[in-house]
Every structure is written in C-alpha cells, then in structure tokens.
C-alpha cells in the first residue's frame, strides 16, 4: 500500500480540528449564503480520521449535509494523493468545474479529472482517417477544426455532435504506437495520464476505478495513492458487476466485423480489408455464422431471464470462437505487410478487440461459482450477459489492497441505519460506519400524501387514475413536478393519456427518452411550469432548487422485479444461507431507491413542497412504515 504523506497537520492528528478551521475561517465566509451544519462537521471529523489512520468508512449523509465539502476539505489539508471516484460523469464534472475549482482559490492545490481512454482524440487516427462519404467528409472537417481549438482532447466537449466516427478517431490502446508515436508529446490521453502523476486529487468514476483495478500495477490507468473516495456509493456495485461481467452482444460482434468490411449505401465494400478480395468470403461467412447465433439466442431464451442451461447454445458458441480465431489467423497470413504503418496500426488493433470478444465467448460457456448468466433480447438487440452475484471478492482482492483509506459515501447507504446489504453486498464488514441526518425539516418543508386506489401492478385502468392525479397537482400551478416511474410502459401509458391535458393547462410536459436528461433538467430548473415524467436516472443526481420543483410523484414504491437475473441471483443466494429473501434484500433495496427519489424535492432549507406517493402498499403493508420511517 503507499505510504504516508509527510504532511504536518497529519501526522499531528489534529487534521480535523485543521479542516474545521478551514471550513468556518475560510470556507464560509467566501460563501455567505452557507451556514455552519453541525452534521458536516461530524462527516469533516470521520473522514479526517479515516485519512489520517486509515481504514473504511461508510458516511451516510443526508441531503444538505454538505458532504462533497466534508471530505474535500480534509483530503486537501492532508496533502496525501487521492483519487475520488463517482457514479455520473455530470457529478465528476461537477466536482471538478465547481466544488474543486471554488476550494483552490482558497488554497493551492493540484487536482485533475480522469476519463476512460476512449473519451479522448487520437491526433494520429485523426490525421489517418479517410472520410468514405460526404457525412464522414463533414464530421472529419469538422473534428479537425475542434481539434485546433481544444485543449483536453475530451471528446465530451461534442456533446452535440456525437457521430459512429468517433469510435474510429478515439484513442484506442490496441491501436498505439505510445512513445514511438510522432504526436506522443501531443497526445491528449498521455497528456492526461502526466497531469494525472502531478496531481493531490484525480476525479475519475466508478466504471473506470473497475477498468483500473482489473490490470496490473504495470498497465494500472490511474496513478497509485492512498486515499480512495467512493461518492455516489450506493452505486458502486451495479458500476462494478457491469464492468467485470462479459456482454456478448449482436451490436459489438458487427461493430467489429464491419471494422474490416462493410457495405456502403452503394453496394461498394469499405472497411480494412476492403483490398483484399480473397478475404471477403471468410469475413462474409463468419458475419451469417454469427447472425444465426444471434437468432438461435432469441429464440431460446426470454428477455431478461437467467440462463441455468447453456447446453442448447454451448456449441454454438465454441464453433464461432473458434470461426472468429481462424479469421484472425488467416487475415494475419494474408493482410498484414500489404499497408501503410496507420492502416497496420488499425488492423492490429480491430484484431486484438476479435480476439478478446472470442475468448469472452469461450469463457461465456465456462460456469462460475458466484457468477449469473442472462439474456437480453429486444427487436434487434441480441446479447449475453454474466456478472458476479455480488463483487464482494472483487473489492476485497482488487481495490481495496490499492489504498490505505477508503470512504464511501451517499444520501442512502442505510436503511434506519443500518448498513448490512451495502456491507454484504462490497464484503465491507469490518467498515466503520456512520450515519448523519439531513440538517433540512422534512416533516415542515414537505408534506406527504397518498394517493389511494391506484395500482399499476395489477389494474389496467390504473394509468388513467395517476394521470388525473398528476393533471390535479398540475392545476395548482405552484411550480414544476418530476413524476418518477419504475416501468417505461407505464409511463409512456400514463404519458398519453396526461400530456395533451397538461398542455392545455400551460404547462410544459417532458417525457425520458424524447429530449436528453441533461436538456430537460436545464429547461425545468429556468421554470416553474415543467413537468418532467421519468425513469431509473431520475430517481438520483437530480438537484432544482426552488419553485422549479414544487411537487414530487411518485407512482410506483420503487422494488425491483424479483425474476430480473441479479435480483433473483441475490436472493436464492440469501435463501441457501438461511436469510429472507425479501426482507435482506428486497425491501432494503427498495427503501434505498426511495429515499433517493424522495431526495430529489428538498435542496435546500427554503425548498419546500409536496410527495405524492400513488402506492397505497406504504399504507396497508406493514413493511410500509419502513419507508416512511426512512425520509424522517
């Protein structure tokens, strides 16, 4: 593990009396409309110990706690290096553009922002890219000027002009010549990785903390340091399972193929071998093999469903592995030698992701204790999934020998405090663990009511009974409303039958799925007449102050479908080692997720507003007192 920072504040151990300190001496009084919240000091306090003796905290904080600052403040007066790691690239961001660049006016420090290889422009692929129509013509044209301008390389800074090509223009690890490459001194991503070395405090997010933590200290991402901070906590291990789990998906496999060959919209072959006639047959070949396996797939298995028996596609699948090996070995004998360097760099690199999605499709028909395997299937989209149960042995074996300190933290961690399913979930039981309320009044800020008779589990008419209710609240006219869902089908059935009315009435409504998050919330929060229906990503991360949101529905208590693959993974294991399935894992996680939604009204101390919870399980369920227990 690394060592100690000599810093003196540290060694001391007066480090929370120091961040205390700096939060009301210097902190506060350059923010005048914050005020000191007993709860962040105790958060200030825990993590200071936590730097400065090392170990694992849960700090569960509640909304306006002031957390992002309790840890912060600390990290920085202790000088030793960390890396924080969050859910959500708009919080990454938000830590970086806001929070950290606020606090190093105060004091100097050094701090960076660190994305996943393929987020940033490769100048060489840039330069080596030649457009095969007028579309890629315009993209390319205009990357290239974008390029002049940047300084990051970060290829989010196109938000608005995301383009298939980027893939082709991104810095790719299989395709790099590193520093016997011409633009090694240029290059955004190496540039990145320096700043990365220098700098006290790296923000990175949980997939590539997951990405990191899978390679060797050799090929390691990010630089070593010894404090870890897991923001967004809650999160980390569906970020971890996705990462370390295998997806096998129809996209992927034609993405890669179409990389070697691929028909244009005028029947004209393009692609890395398009000059290369005699491998057109094998390349062709292989693409309907894989069509079939995908159709073989759909046809055996449901949405969703957990695989217990792969022999009907074991196969099937060790025949196309075995196709796709012998492909790459006949492009090496035959392709290879016949280029320019940058097309020998691509076709090496479209080589090596062929043969890791091979190896993947024999390791896919391997069982492995602790792991689950499923399928996905919706209209063309085909794959197959496998991920650990629970990533508790990942953590134990691959992030948590990498730092000295570690402290996770969220709004909801606990359930009335305590900390058992995160715990179980990651293997963080000997973590301390603390749990500090909101400093905000629910019961005076919100008032909560409940909307009976509605029950969009069961009744078809259901739909038409939440879209009078949410019509009613939007008559009061008193402010914006977010109206979370569990089920895209029922919001899009609640949606057509309320939004014409909505719009008669003024207001503006928004559905997920038609107009990105990200523009909606920015519409809601320079408003107070929007109405925004929702889904899972809009349960957390959402922060409007203000009249912008003034009530809050809720149409659905927030548990997850027992038969998905993971859920019913979790709770057979529960059930084999003598626990309640639904008890240990169902209604925790379905606490967990409500006190995220129900966090979204109340940001600050003037907010006010209104819950309606369209769910009567809250009251005639005797586990419904749970929830409300929760929130107060």
Excluded at 249 to 259: D, I, K
Excluded at 541 to 566: H, N, Q, R, S, Y
Aim: hydrophobic share 40%; with cysteine; glycine share 6%.
């Amino acid at each position: 593990m690394p060592e100690h920072a000599n810093d003196e504040a540290v060694q001391q151990g007066n480090l929370a009396h120091e961040a205390e300190l700096f939060l009301n001496e210097t902190v506060l009084p350059a923010l005048p409309e914050h005020e000191v919240r007993a709860s962040q000091t105790a958060m200030m306090a825990a993590c200071s110990g936590t730097i400065r003796d090392g170990g694992i905290l849960l700090a569960e904080s509640g909304t306006g706690t002031g957390k992002t600052f309790a840890y912060l403040i600390p990290l920085i007066l202790s000088g030793r290096k960390a890396i924080i790691t969050t859910r959500t690239k708009n919080l990454q961001e938000q830590l970086v553009s806001k929070d950290l660049a606020f606090l190093s006016t105060l004091r100097q420090f050094s701090y960076a922002i660190a994305k996943g290889r393929s987020n940033y422009l490769c100048l060489r692929r840039l330069r080596a890219f030649s457009p095969q129509n007028e579309d890629e013509d315009m993209t390319l044209k205009a990357l290239r000027a974008w390029s002049e301008e940047t300084e990051s390389g970060d290829l989010g800074e196109l938000r608005e002009r995301r383009s298939p090509l980027l893939d082709r223009v991104c810095s790719d690890g299989d395709a790099c010549k590193k520093m016997n490459c011409g633009f090694y001194r240029e290059c955004h991503y190496f540039r990145a990785r320096r700043k990365w070395e220098l700098s006290q405090i790296i923000v990175a997010n949980h997939a590539l903390l997951a990405v990191n933590a899978m390679m060797t200290e050799e090929s390691a991402i990010l630089p070593q340091a010894e404090v870890l901070v897991v923001d967004e906590g809650h999160a980390l291990d569906n970020a971890l399972s996705d990462q370390i789990g295998i997806n096998l998906s129809r996209q992927r496999a034609e993405s890669l193929l179409n990389r070697f060959l691929r028909l244009d919209e005028r029947g004209a072959y393009k692609g890395l071998l398009s000059r290369t006639p005699s491998l057109f047959g094998p390349v062709e070949a292989l693409r309907e093999s894989l069509g079939l396996l995908w159709n073989r797939v759909a046809q055996a298995y449901k949405n969703r469903t957990m695989i217990q028996d792969l022999s009907v596609m074991e196969a099937h699948l060790l025949e196309n592995a075995e196709a796709i090996r012998s492909l790459a070995g006949a492009i090496k004998a035959s392709a290879l030698g016949l280029f320019e360097e940058d097309e020998e760099l691509e076709m090496a690199g479209a080589l090596a992701k062929l043969a890791a999605f091979a190896d993947e499709m024999e390791l896919y028909t391997q069982a492995r204790a602790g792991y689950v395997r499923w399928a996905e299937i919706e209209e063309r989209k085909v794959s197959l999934r496998m991920a650990p149960v629970y990533p508790k042995e990942f953590v134990k074996d691959n992030i948590l020998p990498g730092y000295r300190s570690l402290i996770l933290t969220s709004a909801t961690l606990s359930v009335c405090g305590d900390f058992s399913l995160i715990q179980t979930v990651l293997g963080l039981e000997e973590a301390a663990r603390l749990s500090l309320p909101s400093p905000f009044d629910m019961r005076q800020q919100v008032s909560v009511r409940v909307s009976r008779g509605i029950n969009l589990r069961e009744d078809e008419g259901a739909a038409m009974k939440l879209a009078a209710v949410i019509t009613a609240e939007a008559e009061k006219a008193d402010g914006g409303m977010l109206v979370l869902f569990t089920s895209r089908a029922s919001m899009n059935r609640t949606w057509d039958l309320a939004s014409g009315r909505l719009q008669e009435l003024g207001v503006c409504p928004m559905l997920q799925g038609d107009i990105p998050n990200r523009a909606m919330l920015e519409a809601m929060r320079e408003s107070t007449n929007s109405v925004i229906f929702g889904l899972d990503s809009f349960w957390e991360g959402v922060d409007v102050k203000g009249d912008a949101l003034k009530c809050l529905i809720i149409a659905k208590l927030p548990f997850e479908v027992p038969t998905e693959p993971m859920v019913l993974a979790r709770m057979e294991e529960i059930r084999r080692s003598g626990g309640n399935p639904f008890n240990d894992y169902s209604l925790p996680r379905a606490i967990l997720k409500f006190k995220q939604g129900f966090g979204r009204l109340i940001r600050s101390a003037q907010d006010t507003g209104r819950v309606v919870i369209c769910d009567d399980r809250i009251e005639t369920k005797q586990y419904g007192r749970k929830f409300m227990e929760s929130i107060y």
